[in-house]
């Protein structure tokens, strides 16, 4: 099993980033730029020239569709690198005619808090020039997968080549309103700050929300997800071994203690992401993780409160034990499971690898159980034997007293 949770870990850690292995061109069916860049989500990337004698700039953003009646979105933010305040310019098959159309947006607080449609008006930069294409000319269609091209020349300030780059995509559009894109972790993520001049990009607050994300996952994947499962089948089964002694609830107490600090710290990490990322609120991950934190903390303290085993309470405290404690076991990997889906990586080799530890576990645990039935009833086999030869011979001896008497 720790082969197969070291892979676990490495996928987990390389996965995430296979975005940046997005293809960049500089070089388009109608213009050539001087420098490009991919984009660090939804493996896109943005080619541009920046002329600095006028401070115009043209540059084409490279994304692709999610559906065929979907949307795909650039713009800029003026102020933050961030959705609320953007500039965009989106692209979608027009709902009357199918040809594809490219509309300007402003993207206000209204938007994200989804209060009202999002309808298409004027921007207030200076935009020269747009335009939309899809990858292949006239022959393109538009499907999943679909690869466009959003060409814009705008007119920046003097002296203001940072430029705070935003982009997305969605499944479809109610009318010409496009609705709230998907809420993975790249698509949360797709903002990027560049320096147009030198061509270097800027770190943004993503970046940290990204990293504290992966370190989220990995921990609690690790804690409430294999150790505490690890911890759990160690006490059902090592306390029969005799030989072992006390030892097997040392063992198991290390375990799940070690395990309960290493998803505090992960679920602290949860807390700090969910201040850094108002707005994004995931429900039911976040109501497992509460749950099985709660049910972690009981477990803790109810060591200290652990009646000798002569005490008439004793068995009270087991069952209140072995209720909250797998109770706890089974809502942590639960909300592991639910962890991949909000980091967009349920379809990924991590969360295979994953099934895999969890299934060489349970293998295990049926291996040992098996063991342990088998061991059980031939102790009672021999019990039985045993009770019925002291039976016998009790009766034995009853009669040969009767005999002697007579």
């Known amino acids: 099993?720790?082969?197969?949770?070291?892979?676990?870990?490495?996928?987990?850690?390389?996965?995430?980033?296979?975005?940046?292995?997005?293809?960049?061109?500089?070089?388009?069916?109608?213009?050539?730029?001087?420098?490009?860049?991919?984009?660090?989500?939804?493996?896109?990337?943005?080619?541009?020239?920046?002329?600095?004698h006028n401070s115009t700039l043209e540059l084409v953003f490279t994304g692709s569709f999610i559906s065929p009646s979907g949307w795909v979105a650039w713009g800029i933010n003026p102020n933050l690198p961030e959705m609320t305040g953007t500039r965009a310019l989106i692209t979608f098959p027009d709902p009357n005619s199918g040809q594809l159309v490219l509309l300007p947006y402003i993207l206000d607080p209204t938007v994200k808090l989804q209060k009202s449609p999002l309808l298409s008006r004027p921007l207030d930069i200076h935009l020269l020039s747009s335009s939309a294409a899809l990858y292949g000319g006239q022959m393109g269609t538009v499907h999943n997968g679909a690869t466009i091209q959003i060409f814009a020349t705008l007119?920046?300030?003097?002296?203001?080549?940072?430029?705070?780059?935003?982009?997305?995509?969605?499944?479809?559009?109610?009318?010409?309103?496009?609705?709230?894109?998907?809420?993975?972790?790249n698509d949360l993520s797709s903002v990027t700050t560049i320096d147009v001049l030198s061509g270097l990009s800027a770190s943004s607050p993503n970046t940290n929300i990204k990293t504290l994300k992966l370190v989220h996952g990995i921990t609690n994947a690790i804690s409430w997800g294999i150790m505490l499962p690890t911890g759990a089948v160690t006490a059902r089964y090592l306390r029969h071994i005799q030989s072992l002694g006390p030892t097997w609830f040392y063992v198991h107490a290390g375990i799940q203690l070690s395990a309960f600090l290493l998803g505090t710290a992960g679920f602290a990490i949860g807390i700090h992401l969910g201040q850094m990322s108002p707005g994004r609120v995931y429900g039911l991950h976040r109501k497992l993780g509460f749950a099985a934190f709660f049910l972690g903390s009981l477990q803790t303290l109810a060591l200290l409160f652990r009646p000798k085993t002569t005490n008439k309470f004793r068995k009270y405290w087991k069952s209140y034990h072995h209720f909250v404690g797998y109770a706890c076991v089974i809502i942590g990997v639960v909300n592991v499971f639910q962890g991949f889906e909000v980091m967009g990586e349920g379809g990924s080799y991590a969360k295979l690898m994953y099934c895999l530890c969890l299934a060489t576990l349970t293998g295990v645990c049926v291996a040992l159980e098996v063991n342990s039935w088998v061991i059980f009833c031939r102790k009672s086999k021999e019990e039985k034997l045993r009770r019925d030869g002291i039976l016998r011979g009790h009766e034995k001896t009853i009669g040969d007293e009767i005999h002697d008497r007579h």
Do not use: D
Request: glycine fraction near 2%; charge should be positive; aromatic fraction near 10%.
């Open 1 to 52: 099993m720790i082969p197969l949770l070291s892979l676990f870990l490495l996928l987990l850690t390389l996965h995430p980033h296979r975005a940046f292995a997005a293809h960049c061109t500089a070089t388009t069916a109608t213009k050539t730029f001087e420098k490009c860049m991919p984009l660090p989500s939804q493996e896109a990337s943005i080619a541009w020239t920046f002329h600095r």
């Open 155 to 185: 007119k920046l300030k003097p002296n203001k080549t940072k430029i705070h780059h935003v982009w997305n995509r969605g499944l479809y559009v109610q009318g010409y309103s496009p609705t709230i894109h998907p809420t993975t972790i």
